[in-house]
């Protein structure tokens, strides 16, 4: 047990050092943030679905509602990136807090659809508001400064936004293993005891939920600043479902399966055609350059193999391997 923990110490200061050192040795800072900010996006995501079992299909208008918001405080009031991000995150409690008092009473599919049937509210707000720009966006979101530093430097933003998801990501952990954590893990496994123990589990269920539109609004907003705009992709249901698919990749319930899943289908989406090329270029098959006009495709086949060959996800099924080995 003292040797595990000791490996899996070793391995989070390994990719804290590995992230660190990154925009120096060949990664793309906006690439590594994007990255950073759904691999959040996706722990938020996983702290309600994995540990307490709760499948929302609305979570996009938390991380969408949060990026126009900031985008607004930003570009419109013209308020300081702290305060701009700070309002999206408030914009996303406001909105978990109406869905969840609505979904809470409810589980399994009914507490997905209700939460869907929401999402689709902010969604069509949003393409008719005049704020956000409708089916153009919001444009031209500025950076700004932090503490005299311009974030307008990708790489001081970069430190930035893994400092933020560094800190959250740990915030989340301890959450996780905290009293609160393990009575939401009991509500998971089952809620009839639960609630004969005297936990009040509709309460418990609206307090994860919070906390995970939080991080889901924090990612959103980040997201907001770093791309320079906002867009109803982030608000629509395909986003939702973009990060349920995060997170089942890499493992939904694991510390780090949703920083994998997010990692994976984001360099897909955003490197497709340098890995068609590359395979092009190693196997000589022409066929592979039809690879970068399929991206969803690919990225349904990663699922299908993931579900045939690694049932918990990619960390999940490595995890109990290990563990059987033992």
Known sequence: ?????????????????????APWIGLYPVLGMRMMCFALFACAFNLLAGYAGLISFGHAALFGG????????????????????????????????????????????????????LAQIVYFYALQAHFTG????????????????PLQSDRVMYYLVLAVFVASWWFMRRVVNSPFGQVLQAVRENEPRAISLGYRVNRYKLGVFLISAGFAGLAGAMKAVVMGFETLTD????????????????GLGTDLGPILGAVIITVLEEKMGTISR????????DWFHQLNDSVSMVIGA?????????????????????????
Do not use: N
């Open 302 to 326: 990663i699922f299908v193999l993931c579900v045939l060959l690694f049932r918990r996800g990619i960390v999940g099924e490595l995890q109990a391997r290990w563990i059987a080995g033992k």
């Open 235 to 250: 608000v629509h249901w395909s986003t939702s479902g973009l990060v349920i698919l995060m997170t089942l990749v890499g």
């Open 278 to 285: 590359f395979l092009v270029h190693a196997t000589g098959v």
């Open 66 to 117: 949060a990026g126009y918001l900031t985008g607004l405080a930003l570009t419109t009031w013209g308020w300081p990136t702290p305060l701009g991000i700070l309002t999206g995150v408030a914009t996303a409690l406001l909105i978990g807090l109406v869905m969840g008092l609505l979904a809470v009473r409810r589980s399994g599919i009914y507490f997905s659809m209700i939460t869907l049937a």
């Open 1 to 21: 047990m003292l040797a595990h923990s000791r490996l899996y110490a070793g391995l989070l200061w390994s990719l804290l050092l590995l992230a660190l050192i």
């Open 134 to 149: 409708g089916e153009d966006g919001l444009q031209g979101i500025p950076r700004g400064t932090l503490f005299g530093l």
